[in-house]
């Protein structure tokens, strides 16, 4: 009896030390972002300030009818953005993450973690190798898998054909569930914008087009400083990037009506973060004086543009277009850039990376560790775009397929890891930061699906 009540005592302390942890992680990531916060609203600020420029105006009747006119060729307008810069950067968002501390393991608790040695140093649960095994099991050696089982190589009656015939069969049927398990084996090219609007429950109802329009309205009316932002991001991105500078137009008009978007809003309610806020001019700190800034509490970093680009393969009527990016921005692409300790967020998929390499690739760890390089500076810009801009377009709709089909973003951590695993030779006669960037800088001839599952299923045990 005293056994029994020595261990339910233990449990129950076991229990209380876990919701002590969850409370103060949960204060600290409001701690982090409320600071994070404040340094992007005063860039934002200081920016009005030297440039002597609204938050927000109303447009001038003939800028109006300008911009109107011109909706659709907007990627041919060349405004001066010479002074305007990004707000921030992914490196910037590393630096807070690094900084990152949860007061309850200050003293040592948890002794697993302190023999970890990368730059993240909250101790979350993360998945290992045996547990993302069972999770992504559909990616196994003996399952067949869009991605590698289509090549050339490969005749089409072995998989190809009876896959397509599946996935008709899915749309016929209009599950939702379905064509979410379906798509973790890859989606067929033909197929792809069908099923992802399946999943994320997108359909062209008229009030859905008039609700865009209504946005598009808004944007024709007023100006907002962040127009600018974007304008400026697009440029030095998807217009630069040799698969996506054709839809510089598109781009311009989602994330334009993006950002008057109040129904974004929604995301807040589970996300630690809070939208900013602007004051009507005199009135700050009058809470009755408040408004979101900009309406749809999301303020554009360098890259943001790139979550929409590669959807313009798919989707090319605007409104369609906008839905699907909506949603995949509500469901999965702002936990890229929010601190949180959902498994999905950013933090985990940095401790996950790093633990993976940590654990599975210690040579190679230690060594890109002693020479300055640790591996999360040069990998976090791929996690926190979902490797946007850098895989080729068809290698990143495949990782994407995933990321809906198991509704998770664990596998952009995973993929970091199997890149580094798959460049390990070179990496490891590097010397310096500089030169393990230079073996990673391109990463347009990968093929994903085989890195994964080599690393997963074939490299480590």
Sequence with gaps: MLQEESDLSLIIAQIVQKLKGSNLYAQLERQAWGSWEKRILKSLNSMCTELSIPLARKRPVGEQKELLNKWNEMGTDEPDLSLFRPVYAPKDFLEVLINLRNPNYESGDSLSFRTHLGLIQVPLKVKDIPELKEFFVELGLTTGQLGIDDSTQVPPELFENEHVRIGQKVLTQQDSAAAQQYIRQGSPTALRAELWALILNISSHPEDILYYEQLKTNVIQHDLLVDSLIYKDVKLTASNDDYYFVFEDYLYQVLLCFSRDTSVLSHFAYNSASPPKSYIRGKLGLEEYAVFYPPNGVIPFHGFSMYVAPLCFLYHEPSKLYQIFREMYVRFFFRLHSISSHPSGIVSLCLLFETLLQ????????????????????????????????????QLLLLWDRILGYNSLEI?????????????????????????????ADLSTLKVMPLLQIFLFATVT
Excluded: C
Aim: hydrophobic share 60%; charged share 15%; glycine share 4%.
């Design 359 to 394: 654990t599975y690739l210690p040579q190679l760890f230690y060594h890109l560790r002693e020479i300055g390089a640790q591996p999360l500076r040069i990998s976090f810009k791929w996690m926190v775009r979902a490797f946007s801009g850098y895989l080729a377009t068809d």
């Design 412 to 440: 952009l951590a995973v993929l970091a890891a199997a890149v580094f695993a798959f460049r390990a030779v070179n990496l490891m006669e590097v010397t310096s930061l500089a030169a393990a960037e230079a073996v990673l």
